[in-house]
Each structure stands twice: as structure tokens, then as C-alpha cells.
């Protein structure tokens, strides 16, 4: 495996491939890998070269704390890459934001505004930046993003489709550990708050099973969020929205979700649930 530090080498390398035809698979980690990591690594196809990105995104972090707190472990990540087969490791030790031309204006789609994005001033622009970059270094011919960060996977496809019309974006299922979605930022979580989040995903599949029978999403919302909130859970958002654009779904099931995003011990947690 080839673990490089620096734009000027990951370069070199994409070039030696593209040269040999050989197609690539990209997965962009902010590292501190998981389970929910090892399943985008295990997505990707067989026979292309496989390059993990492990960069820890300041652009996208509108709460500096939460930047300066984010767990890392890159050495490793970097063994956990190796064992899982990826062919080249891309971590870079700098600052690579002072390597990108900034757009100066960034037309977002509507959809950016929403649930996260609605409370995270600029971290869709620090997400939209960061990706594109990497894109267009790495020119990779398929990506493999979560469902758990749905609404940045809708992102993603945007920008997919938008400026690499080549990218198949690869859409991986969530993982779930105890009805836990994973996330870097469990570990600084003690086990009761992790044990408590269990009802957040369980909250997701009692309000689609009820949705299901016909119950209006209106109607039982206030009560979920009750009852979340008493295991000092804050809850963000609770929300029933369109899968596509992520507007609020209008008393429809077809292509929706319902997503959630809350708060506890300054660790923020968001799931979503595709009726």
C-alpha cells in the first residue's frame, strides 16, 4: 500500500494510473475509522484501484471546538487501510485548504439550507469545497459516500452529476451497532449516553411503522421528540422530507425519509430512516 503526504506525489501517482487505464475508487474519511468506514472500503469495486483520503476538513466545522475535539488516529487508520486492501492511503500533514482556489461565491442548491444546514452556517460550502478538490485530483471514476450523512450525499450527487458526469457515486448503507449509527464522534461519548441513544433510531422505526398504518407524521412528531428529550437528548430536528430534494414530504410516503438530528454532552448525532 502507497501512503502519500503530499499533492505534489498523489499527482504523480494518479497520473501513472490514469496512464495505465486503470480505473479508480475513491473513499473520503476524515479518519478515526469505523465500522460504518470499513463498509465504504468493502463497496468498492473489485477490480479498481482503491484511494482512501483521510483529512480531517476545517472548512466544514462551523463549531471550532468541534474541530479542535475531533478524534484522530491516523497511524492507525492507516494499518486498518492496509488490512482492508486499499492500494494508496492520501493524508495529508498540512493544511490542504491553502492549496485550493476558494470560490469566491458558491450557489448552493435549496436543499443545502435544510436540517443540517439549516443550524451548520458553512458546512456544505466547506463540504462542496473539499470534495470538488478532491475530484478533480484524483479524476476518480467511482466514490463511495454513507447514508447516514444523507443530506451530504445528496450533495454529493450534485456535484457529481453537475461537474464529473463520468462519477458513479456509490450510496452505502448505514451501519449500526446496537441501533447506534456509528460515528467518529461516539468515542467521546461514556457508554450510558451511548446506551441511551439506542432510542433515536428505535424513535425512526416506531414513527415509520406508524406512518405506515396511516398516522400523519404532524400528528406524533411533538411526542417523539418528548420522548427523546427525556434522556437529556436535545433534539435539533425531527423531520419527514423528500428524499430527492428534501423538501418537506406533504402527507406522502413515496421516496421519503425521515431524519433527525440531536444533541447531548456537546456531541451532535443525526440518523434517518427511508420509509
Known amino acids: 500500500?502507497?501512503?502519500?503526504?503530499?499533492?505534489?506525489?498523489?499527482?504523480?501517482?494518479i497520473d501513472e494510473l490514469k496512464r495505465s487505464e486503470k480505473k479508480i475508487t475513491l473513499i473520503p474519511t476524515m479518519g478515526n475509522l469505523h465500522e460504518g468506514h470499513k463498509a465504504?472500503?468493502?463497496?468498492?469495486?473489485?477490480?479498481?484501484?482503491?484511494?482512501?483520503?483521510?483529512?480531517?476538513?476545517?472548512?466544514?466545522?462551523?463549531?471550532?471546538?468541534?474541530?479542535v475535539n475531533y478524534p484522530k488516529s491516523t497511524e492507525s487508520d492507516i494499518n486498518l487501510c492496509k488490512?482492508?486492501?486499499?492500494?494508496?492511503?492520501?493524508?495529508?500533514?498540512?493544511?490542504?485548504?491553502?492549496?485550493?482556489?476558494?470560490?469566491?461565491?458558491?450557489?448552493?442548491?435549496?436543499?443545502?439550507g435544510y436540517l443540517c444546514g439549516a443550524t451548520r452556517k458553512g458546512h456544505f460550502q466547506g463540504v462542496y469545497t473539499i470534495v470538488k478538490h478532491l475530484f478533480s485530483l484524483i479524476e476518480p471514476d467511482y466514490a463511495c459516500f454513507?447514508?447516514?450523512?444523507?443530506?451530504?450525499?445528496?450533495?454529493?450527487?450534485?456535484?457529481?452529476?453537475?461537474?464529473?458526469?463520468?462519477?458513479?457515486?456509490?450510496?452505502?448503507d448505514t451501519v449500526r451497532v446496537n441501533?447506534?449509527?456509528?460515528?467518529?464522534?461516539?468515542?467521546?461519548?461514556?457508554?450510558?449516553?451511548?446506551?441511551?441513544?439506542?432510542?433515536?433510531?428505535?424513535s425512526l422505526l416506531k414513527i415509520r411503522e406508524q406512518l405506515l398504518k396511516g398516522d400523519k407524521f404532524s400528528e406524533i412528531k411533538d411526542s417523539y421528540i418528548d420522548e427523546i428529550?427525556?434522556?437529556?437528548?436535545?433534539?435539533?430536528?425531527?423531520?419527514?422530507?423528500?428524499?430527492?430534494?428534501?423538501?418537506?414530504?406533504?402527507?406522502?410516503?413515496?421516496n421519503t425519509s425521515i431524519f433527525v438530528a440531536c444533541n447531548v454532552k456537546n456531541v451532535r448525532l443525526i440518523d434517518n430512516i427511508q420509509i
Open 83 to 112: 488490512e482492508l486492501n486499499i492500494d494508496l492511503v492520501y493524508a495529508p500533514e498540512l493544511d490542504i485548504t491553502t492549496e485550493i482556489d476558494i470560490e469566491n461565491r458558491i450557489d448552493l442548491p435549496k436543499f443545502s
Open 146 to 172: 454513507g447514508k447516514k450523512d444523507f443530506q451530504q450525499l445528496v450533495l454529493i450527487k450534485y456535484i457529481a452529476s453537475t461537474y464529473f458526469q463520468n462519477l458513479k457515486i456509490i450510496e452505502v
Open 40 to 67: 465504504l472500503i468493502r463497496c468498492a469495486p473489485m477490480d479498481t484501484f482503491k484511494v482512501a483520503t483521510i483529512y480531517v476538513n476545517p472548512l466544514q466545522f462551523n463549531d471550532k471546538d468541534d474541530y
Open 179 to 202: 441501533n447506534i449509527a456509528l460515528s467518529s464522534r461516539l468515542s467521546r461519548l461514556d457508554e450510558k449516553t451511548i446506551c441511551d441513544g439506542q432510542i433515536i433510531f428505535k
Open 229 to 254: 428529550e427525556k434522556l437529556d437528548f436535545n433534539v435539533e430536528y425531527l423531520e419527514h422530507r423528500n428524499n430527492d430534494t428534501l423538501e418537506t414530504a406533504e402527507n406522502h410516503l413515496s
Open 1 to 13: 500500500m502507497i501512503v502519500l503526504r503530499d499533492k505534489k506525489d498523489l499527482l504523480v501517482a
